[in-house]
Each structure stands twice: as structure tokens, then as C-alpha cells.
């Protein structure tokens, strides 16, 4: 079965200071890939996603995602976090089949909190 | 463009009541979603419509939750009875569903459910 690992339950930076949040996922077939972030009592945004092509994405909000076939990991990644990027990040894989696409496995997610 | 949205917000209920929740996907997507987020964890897909039929309800704890997408628009989600443990926010999602590379889902800010 498909899944996504989030090993960090919780993060914290300061303000200024980069920022890498680390996915690793299973899945037999060419993943398609999404990074979502969740502010306190809000839906999910879409960052950035990857379905093919170059390895390295580039989304909102100044985020990046390099995906390694090797590793197995899909990290998201800035250089310079702001005070408002603190919320919960979560990684994502389309474990599509057939017709079945868009059906979502989530990580467990990250918790990220930002220090002035 | 209108975003996906969800009523209620919030809602309280005692265990073994029943409740139901709403969501009114963006215009022109055909593909909707159900996903209930318990806390401290990611989403987990419950139900998914392609249009007014059902894709792929293998999550869906159907001796108490039932879903439907009448006219293939909006779309209830009811849970009769429920139990402490159905404690959790519920996300609709939808997306345009036409060919896996328009999966991206697009969130609904959710509704919170506590059951006491």
C-alpha cells in the first residue's frame, strides 16, 4: 500500500534561517507528488506539486521541492522562512489507479513554528 | 473564482446523534472529495465522486457515515450515529478530474465536528 513519512512531527527556525521539511514516500508507479500547508483553522493550499519533468519545483510563497527517485523523498525546502510561514506542512502522494485519480494520501504532517 | 465551501463551520453533537455536513465544490469541477482529519494527523480520503457517482468509497465506514452528490454538484456527507471517535475536521475538496494531470484538489476550509 501507497504511504507518505513526515519524520518530523515539529520543527522550529528562526525568523531568516532556512528551512527544509523532509517527505519520504512508497509507491510502486511514477508518484505525482504535492506539498500542502495548513494555517490554524483553514483548508488545505496547495504549495507546489510535481508530476514529471524537472526534479526540482518551485511553488508559492517562495517554497521548493526536489524530488529524488533514489531516495524516495520528495523535501520542501526555503531559504529564507518569514514569521508567517509558521503552520502545518503536508506532503502528499496521487496513488492513482485506473480512473481513480486525485485520491490523496497525506503524511502525518509538520508542524513548523518560527522564532523572531 | 469561488472557492469550495462548507457548512457549518463548527458543530457540536452527543454521541449517538446523528449530523450533516455540506459542501458546494468550485464551478465546473467534476471530481469531489470527502477526507475526515483527526488530530495530529493528515487527511483521510472517506469518500470520492466523479460526478454524481462514486469512485471509490473503500474508507467510508458505511454502517454509520453515508455520502451523496445529487445532480453531481454539491454534496452531503451524514454521520447516524456518531461515536467520540468521529471527533474531527471534515474536508471537502474538489477538482476539475478530467485526466490525472487536473487532480490538483482545491480545500474547503472544513467543518469541525466534536462529539461528546
Known amino acids: 500500500a501507497q504511504s507518505v513519512t513526515q519524520p518530523d512531527i515539529h520543527i522550529t527556525v528562526s525568523e531568516g534561517a532556512s528551512l527544509e521539511l523532509r517527505c519520504n514516500y512508497s509507491?510502486?508507479?511514477?508518484?505525482?507528488l504535492f506539498w500542502y500547508v495548513q494555517s490554524p483553522g483553514q483548508g488545505l493550499q496547495l504549495l507546489l506539486k510535481?508530476?514529471?519533468?524537472?526534479?526540482l519545483v518551485q511553488g508559492i510563497k517562495g517554497f521548493e521541492a526536489e524530488f529524488k527517485r533514489s531516495q524516495s523523498s520528495f523535501n520542501l525546502r526555503k531559504p529564507s522562512v518569514h514569521w508567517s510561514d509558521a503552520a502545518e506542512y503536508f506532503c502528499?502522494?496521487?496513488?492513482?489507479?485506473?480512473?481513480?485519480?486525485?485520491?490523496?494520501?497525506f503524511g502525518q504532517g509538520t508542524i513548523l513554528t518560527v522564532h523572531p | 473564482e469561488a472557492g469550495v465551501a462548507q457548512s457549518p463551520r463548527y458543530k457540536i453533537i452527543e454521541k449517538r446523534q446523528s449530523v450533516a455536513f455540506w459542501c458546494n465544490p468550485i464551478?465546473?469541477?467534476?471530481?469531489l472529495y470527502w477526507y475526515q482529519q483527526i488530530l495530529g494527523q493528515g487527511p483521510k480520503l472517506l469518500i470520492q465522486?466523479?460526478?454524481?457517482?462514486?469512485?471509490?468509497d473503500s474508507q467510508l465506514p458505511k454502517d454509520r457515515f453515508s455520502a451523496e452528490r445529487l445532480k453531481g454538484v454539491d454534496s452531503t456527507l451524514k454521520i447516524q450515529p456518531a461515536k467520540l471517535e468521529d471527533s474531527a475536521v471534515y474536508l471537502c475538496?474538489?477538482?476539475?478530474?478530467?485526466?490525472?494531470?487536473?487532480?490538483?484538489?482545491?480545500f474547503g476550509q472544513g467543518t469541525r465536528l466534536t462529539v461528546v
Open positions: 509507491y510502486g508507479a511514477t508518484p505525482y
Open positions: 502528499a502522494v496521487d496513488n492513482a489507479g485506473g480512473t481513480s485519480y486525485g485520491k490523496l494520501t
Open positions: 465522486f466523479q460526478n454524481n457517482g462514486v469512485v471509490d
Open positions: 475538496a474538489s477538482s476539475l478530474g478530467r485526466g490525472r494531470r487536473n487532480t490538483e484538489a482545491f
Open positions: 510535481y508530476f514529471s519533468g524537472d526534479t
Open positions: 464551478s465546473g469541477h467534476a471530481t
